[in-house]
C-alpha cells in the first residue's frame, strides 16, 4: 500500500486519493449524498416550501398579482365554501372504496399466485401483473369513458346476459371502476410479496393443530398479509386522493375531485394562492395516512 | 393443502382479476383498428388507416421525440442520484437515515398534483420560462426512487467480502469499483434505468405544471381528447406506444429476476 502510494503519476494520485477515501468514511458519505441529498432539497422540498408560503399569500383581485403579505384568508375562504368539504368527503370516500376493493381483488390473485401457481403461472402473472401498469395511463382512462359510455362495451356484454343497459358514463361508478382498474398492479405486487413470506409450514402448524381453514386465515395469514396490504393502500389510497386527470376523462364536468379544483384555481383562475392552500388538504390526509400505516407495518413491506 | 372448494374458488376469482386487467387493454387495441370515426360497440369495419394518420402527423411525431429526449435525461439524471443514495443507506450507517429515506419517497407518496403545483409555485417565484428543461427535473424528483430501490435491493444481496478481497489484492477504490461492484450492479442499474424511462415516458400530472409550450406525448394525447373525433388516431398511437413500453419493462423484469423478488428463476 504505501510502496504503490508514493509511486508517480495519476495513477498515484488516484490511488493517494483512494487510501485517503478508504481511511475518511464520514467525508465519503458525505460526497455520496451531497448530490441527490442536495437535489432533492433544491428542487423538491424548497418547491414544497414555495408552495406553503404561496398558500399564505393572497391574490390581488383588480390586478390578479400575487401579493407578498401573509395571512389565512385562503384557508378561511376553503373552510367557508360549502362545496369544498363536499368535494374534500367525496374524493376521500372515492379513494377508501378504491382501497378496499382492490385490497379485495388482490388478495385472491396474490395468494393463488403464492400457494398454488406452478412456478412457471407464477412467473407468467408476475408479469402480467406489471404489464399494465406501464401502460399509457391516459389511453387506459380514456379507454374507461368509452368502456363505461351508454352503448359502449360494458353494457353490450351485460346485455349479452340480459342485464341493463345501465347509466354509469360519468358518474361516481365509472370513476370507481377505472381508479380499481387502474392502481390494482400496486395492491397486488406489495400483498404477493408480504404472501410469500408467509412459511408454509405455518399454515401447517395451524391444520394440525386443529385450525380450520378459516380460522389458519384469520389467525395465520390475515396477520402476516396485513403489512403488504397496508404498502398497497398507500399506492391505491393517495393516487385515487390526487387525481385530476381521470375524474376529468371518466367523471366528466359534474364531479369533481380536489385535484380537478386545484387545477382549475391554478389554470383558469389563475389563483395560485388559493390552489396552494387547498394542495394543503391532500397534503395532510396523505401524511395522516402514511402514519397509520406505517403503524400497521407498510414501510416494512413495501 | 387448501380445501378443494377454497382452491376452485380462488383459481375462479384470478381469472376475472387477469380478465379485468386485460379486456380495457384488448379494447383499446380493437378500437384503434376500428374504422369508424366515432368510438363504437361492437366494432363494425376493421382499418389500419388510423395507424398511417397517426404515423405521417407532424405534432404526435415531435411530442414522442420530446417525450424520448425528457424520458432519457431524467432516468440518465436519476440513475446517478438513485445509485448515490443506494451506496449511501447501504453501505454507511448513520444518523437520521430512515428521514433520508423518507425524503426520496415522498415525491411518489405526495399527490402528484401537489409536486405539479409546487413545482410550477417555483417556475413563477423564480421567473424560469418552463421548457423541457423544467419537466426534466420534475421527472427526475421521481424517479431518483425507483432507481433506488433497484439498486438497494442488489446491494444487500451482495455481499463486501468481493470488494473487500480486491482491496486487499492491493485494487485501488476505482479499479475496485470498477472491476467488481459495476458489474454486480450494472442489471440492477439498467432495470432501473429502464423503469425510470418507462415511468417518465407515460407522466402526466406532474407534466402539465412544468411544461412549457413544448409538448410530450402525454399532453399530445391528452389535447387529443379534448378535440372532437380524435379518439381513433389516439388509440392508435397507444397501441404503438404500448408495444414500445412493453419492451424495456419485458428487459426490465428479466433483468431482475436475478435479483429476486421476481419469481420463477
Redesign the interface.
Known sequence: MTASASAAGPAGVRRRLSAFLFRRRRLKLSLLLLPPLGWIVVVYIAALAVLLLTSLWVEDELSGRILHTFTLDNFRQLWDDPTNRTITRNTLGMAIAVTITDALLAFPLAYYMVRLASPRMRALLFVGVLMPLWSSYLIKAYTWRLITAYDGPLNWALGKIGLGPYHIAYSYTAMWLAFSYMWLPYMVLPVYAALERVPASFLEASSDLGGRAWITFRKVIWPLALPGIAAGSIFTFSLTLGDYVLPDLVGGNNHDFIGNVIFRFQGVAQNVPYAAAFACVPVVIVIAYLMLMKRLGAFEAL | M??RA??V???A??TV??L???L??A??VL?AFSASKI????IGDYSTRWFRLAWNDHFARTAFENSVTVGLRASA?AL???S??A??LSR?R?FGQNT?SL??V??I???????G??????I??LGITPSLWTVV??H??FC?VVVFNNVVARLRRTSTSLEEAS?DL?A???QTFRHITLPSIATALVAGGLLAF?LSF?E??VT??TAGSQQTL?LW??NQ?RLPNT?AE??AV?VF??AL??IP??LA?RLMRDTG????R
Open positions: 387448501e380445501p377454497v382452491r374458488g380462488l383459481r376469482a384470478s382479476v387477469m379485468f386487467l386485460y380495457p387493454l379494447v383499446i378500437q368510438p363504437g360497440w361492437p439524471l446517478v442520484l438513485g448515490c443514495v451506496f449511501a454507511f448513520f433520508v425524503l426520496f415522498l415525491p407518496a405526495l399527490p402528484g398534483i401537489v409536486t403545483l409546487a413545482l410550477l409555485s417555483t413563477d417565484y427535473a420534475g427526475a424528483t431518483i482491496m492491493g485501488d477504490g476505482w418507462a407515460d402526466v400530472v402539465l405544471f402525454p394525447i391528452y381528447f379518439a389516439v388509440n397507444a406506444v404500448i413500453t412493453a419493462v419485458y423484469q423478488g421476481i419469481p420463477g
